[in-house]
């Protein structure tokens, strides 16, 4: 197999950030601030011992209270079905049982059958042959009755837990999601929520068939009850075998949760509009599939060693099953010979004792397949366990606003999780409230982590931010961020609507139509959207269909207008101009200013144009504060802004 050149890749494109850079969080109890980033929620390891594959039966619990909780009303119709199922078999075997003795009672009769009825001899046989019929209307009713809820309530159940899980993940960290190893958790959660129908109309199908096992088993006790320890003799090898096969299955499907989701970008990468451009430049397409084939073919093989074994052994297994069946049905046989057993009983004795072996090899086998689908419901229910540490505190303080004093970084130190080098360390510096700061740095100088601590995406490990005085960690998160605007260079391009594009920004104002107007309009997008057939309600992106797809500098100004939209107090605008051309970015920069009157801003660029509008400066380098003032006075002070800068304006002569 060729080397895994693109997991690379796949932990990038696993994480998009929202515009805004942050998640609506909600509050949590307050939970000590860890000193390690490099310390990560550790990922559960797939069960391989037997008690370990039976302690995660203890997950149908949890998964029941899902399913009750999805649906109460369904999942009582559900249970009172199976119920009805459950007992129409043993009904049916007896009914079967009277008809032929009634049968046998009437031929040993001297009446002629003509006479039967009019003596009243043949009613008996009347009533069990309608009562026959009954149960066959009744157990066809009641089985597409049964399928009709079973529909319904799995598709409760996929919304309820699909829903939860997206709830679950929006609390989580921003150092969470850039872990490849919550990837692939998140990944096979995202299958559980999605994945486990099947188990439900197994665990309401077992329900069913053991209450019809235990009216069996009664019938059968009655005659014999040996015969019903020589059936269970017979099938515990091959359920045996069944569970240790589906933990092999299921430890293979574990180990390969990386792979599964490089082989889901492989083909999506090999087939979308997004890289359609680049494959049929670079030829990339005998690449992808190459490797897309390689990963599969590698998928194959070992599933096809675990098949192989599990069909010789199985048939072995299966073997055994038969012998002590016809074990069985051959005493009932013979017991019918010496006259211990009518005819009648011999039918109701074979097919009790054949519908019983198949109920049991189903119970066992079921038993083993919900086992197995027990240890997948530990990858959804271990995701519920993951917990975030960047939370609100118990008594959050309140937020006032507008701001009155701003922020200070005080000795602030932070290193990304998997990471030996200190993004910034030692880092001190205020932003003033009403005050736009500019930071300018090269790639690497830690620009982008203070917006992301400021928005308390991340804590530091060292020092502390205040805000007004007090640690932000002292406020509720969804205060914060509620009046934080970030746009990030890398910011989402979402495949909706123009004015849910721009909306996103403030999510609960996406009806106010003029608010979004407004913001497209500051952003100078709205001419933008002019040219649009369908206005603010055309569908962007060409996921969908009639899509528009737009310029770099199109989506960036759609993206700008999500700052002005969230209307907040503090402005953040990371390389916002990095895709327009020099009219725009002049205009953009020009509404800017206008618009963060008042605000509390800092302005990110490259672009030393773009800078001197700020109040101050703030130069960076390797993650500290290196000078700071006004574009003026650091030019004068020579140093590394003005060497940037005249490297930069040296392209311009």
């Known amino acids: 197999m060729p080397p895994p050149l693109l997991p690379p890749i796949l932990a990038k494109a696993a994480l998009k950030e929202s515009p805004l850079g942050i998640a609506a969080a909600r509050p949590h109890p307050a939970r000590p601030i860890p000193t390690d980033p490099d310390v990560s929620p550790p990922a559960p390891k797939p069960p391989l011992t037997f008690r370990a594959r039976w302690a995660a039966m203890g997950n149908l619990w949890p998964f029941l209270r899902l ?23 043993i009904a049916a075997l007896w009914t079967a049982k009277l008809i032929i003795d009634e049968v046998l009672a009437l031929q040993s009769l001297p009446l002629p059958p003509a006479d039967w009825w009019a003596s ?60 490849a190893g919550f990837q692939d958790r998140l990944e096979r959660a995202r299958r559980q929520a999605s994945g486990r129908m099947t188990l439900l109309g197994q665990v309401l199908g077992q329900l069913q068939d053991l209450v019809t096992v235990a009216t069996l088993a009664a019938g059968l006790m009655i005659f014999n009850p040996w015969l019903i320890l020589l059936v269970l003799l017979a099938l515990i090898p091959a359920f045996l075998g069944e569970a240790h096969f589906n933990a092999r299955t299921y430890a293979l499907d ?16 090999a087939a979308s509009v997004e890289t359609a451009k680049e494959v049929k430049i670079f030829g990339l397409s005998p690449f992808l599939t190459d490797r897309y084939q390689a990963l599969s073919e590698s998928f194959y093989a070992a599933n096809r060693r675990i098949a ?42 074979s097919g009790s004792f054949l519908r019983l072996r198949g109920l049991l090899q189903g119970i066992l086998n079921g038993f083993s397949s919900m086992a197995a689908q027990a240890l997948y419901l530990e990858d959804l229910f271990s ?62 100088a830690g620009k982008t982590t203070i917006v992301k601590l400021l928005a308390r995406l991340y804590d530091p490990v060292e020092g502390r931010i205040t805000l007004d005085g007090h640690d932000l960690r002292d406020y509720a998160l969804e205060d914060l961020r509620g009046a934080v605007g970030v746009i990030f260079q890398d910011f989402a391009r979402y495949n909706m609507t123009a004015a849910d594009n721009i909306a996103v920004g403030r999510i609960a104002a996406r009806e106010d139509r003029e608010r979004v107007l407004a913001a497209a ?12 057939a369908q206005g603010y309600d055309q569908m962007i992106g060409k996921r969908f269909r009639n899509g528009v797809e737009l310029s770099g500098g199109e989506w960036q100004k759609l993206a700008i207008a999500r700052a002005y939209m969230r209307g907040a107090q503090v402005l953040i605008l990371d390389e916002p101009t990095a895709a327009l051309d020099a009219r725009a970015e002049y205009e953009v920069f020009q509404r800017f200013k206008e618009l963060s009157q008042g605000k509390t801003a800092i302005l990110i660029s490259h672009r030393f144009s773009s800078v001197r509008m700020a109040d101050r400066i703030l130069v960076l380098s390797g993650g500290r504060v290196e000078a700071e003032g006004s574009h003026e006075t650091l030019l004068a002070q020579g140093g590394r802004y003005a060497e940037l800068f005249e490297l930069q304006a040296s392209g311009y002569r």
């Open 383 to 444: 995701f519920f366990q993951i917990t975030p540490r960047v939370t609100s505190p118990a008594s959050p303080r309140p937020l006032a606003l507008p701001l009155t004093r701003g922020f200070v970084f005080d000795n602030v130190g932070f290193r990304y999780p998997g990471s030996d080098t200190w993004a910034v360390r030692g880092l001190s510096f205020t932003l003033k409230a009403g005050e736009t700061l500019a930071l300018v740095g090269e790639n690497g």
């Open 254 to 269: 574990f180990s390969r949760t990386a792979e599964r989701r490089e082989l889901d970008y492989l083909r999506q990468t």
């Open 308 to 349: 192989r074994a599990r069909a010789l052994w199985g048939g072995l297994f299966t073997a055994l099953g038969t012998l002590g069946y016809y074990t069985a049905y051959g005493w009932i046989i013979l017991a019918t010979l010496r006259g211990q057993l009518t005819l009648g009983d011999l039918t109701f004795l």
């Open 521 to 532: 309009t500051a952003s100078l997008a709205a001419p933008v959207i002019a040219r649009f």
């Open 67 to 89: 399913v009750w909780q999805a649906s109460p009303g369904l999942m009582l119709a559900a249970l009172s079905l199976r119920l009805v199922r459950a007992v129409v078999p």
């Open 120 to 179: 009243g001899a043949a009613k008996g046989l009347a009533a069990y042959v309608a009562a026959e019929f009954g149960l066959a209307i009744l157990a066809d009713l009641a089985g597409r009755l049964a399928g009709l809820v079973d529909t319904l309530l799995s598709d409760r159940l996929t919304l309820r837990t699909s829903v939860r899980l997206m709830d679950h993940a929006a609390t989580l960290d921003l150092e969470t999601f850039e872990d």
